[in-house]
């Protein structure tokens, strides 16, 4: 299970934020996040929402030791001197009625305000808040180009069958493009307005997750970032003791460029991106 031998040098951050883990629920890669968890000595963790899957687990109930361990993981860090704070999502959503809880020495809060060692402001949520303003489905953001690729392929078969039953022809993967399209137009307003939101409170960016997909961009002066999920891309927010960003990919192709890098880690064949 455990591919990455535990030898590697432990990764020293200012903080990190992991969003979208969805423990109770069968796609949460539990695994990498533990060995992302145990590689690394943070002063900080945001928690940033869809830690733990409630809806899922209401729906068919799934706990592996593997989703337990991540629990553990985080409050034993709490435990020995790292500050966790918890932004609870919306598929965590009754840990916001907590706002202000203190937890096994895990802080609950509704949002937060995150200041990076260079002094800039980033307002800490989950991301759903923004929801009823982009009206559109986050769901339509899992049709990638893999999805895409595959419906190519889908539609040779489902025309085969038409065709047998006399049915005119009918393009699967037109359906999904125009479906990918109304993705894109989602992801974008839903940046935008946790932009625009920023700007209105008057700080210097946002991080936040919900949608899965990471990303650290200038939106009209403002730093957008979004940690990622650990469902499917396994993506983590990290700040080094300078103040910097990056997106850390956490499996195992990224892993063998890790191991073949000098650590400290925070070059370029790590961090997918970085902010200024
Ligand atoms: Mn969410």
């Known amino acids: 299970m455990d591919k990455i031998p535990a030898t590697r040098p432990t990764l020293r ?15 949460c890669r539990a695994e990498f996040l533990l060995n992302f968890l145990r590689r690394v000595e943070c002063q900080q963790i945001y928690l940033v929402g869809d830690i733990i899957d409630m809806w899922s687990l209401t729906r068919s109930f799934y706990w592996p030791q593997a989703h337990n361990d991540v629990i553990r993981t985080i409050l034993g860090k709490a435990k020995h001197g790292t500050r966790v704070i918890y932004v609870p999502g919306n ?52 049709l990638g180009s893999t999805a895409y690729s595959a419906a190519l392929r889908l539609n040779r078969y489902v025309n085969a069958v038409r065709r047998l039953f006399g049915y005119p022809y009918f393009s699967v993967a037109a359906f999904l493009k125009h479906k990918v399209k109304n993705a894109v137009k989602y992801i974008a307003n839903f940046e935008r307005a946790l932009a625009v939101e920023a700007r209105r409170r ?12 990471a990303e650290i961009s200038d939106i009209d002066g403002i730093t957008y970032c979004n940690d990622g999920d650990w469902v499917e891309s396994c993506t983590a927010l990290v700040e080094d003791f300078q103040g910097r960003l990056s997106l850390l990919r956490w499996t195992e192709t990224i892993d063998v460029l890790v ?16 902010a200024a």
Request: hydrophobic share 40%; charged share 25%.
């Open 91 to 142: 598929h965590d959503r009754p840990f916001r009625d907590h706002d202000g809880l203190v937890l096994g020495n895990v802080e609950i809060h509704r949002e937060v305000v995150h200041e990076t060692a260079d002094g800039r402001r980033f307002l800490v949520l989950h991301g759903d808040e923004f929801d009823a303003i982009v009206r559109a489905s986050p769901l339509l953001e899992s």
């Open 259 to 274: 191991g073949t890098q000098a650590l400290p880690l925070l070059d370029g064949a790590v961090a997918l991106e970085t």
């Open 13 to 27: 951050l200012r903080s990190v934020f992991i969003s979208d883990v969805h423990l109770g629920f069968k796609g």
């Open 202 to 213: 008057g700080v210097d960016g946002v991080i936040c997750g919900h949608i899965h997909r």
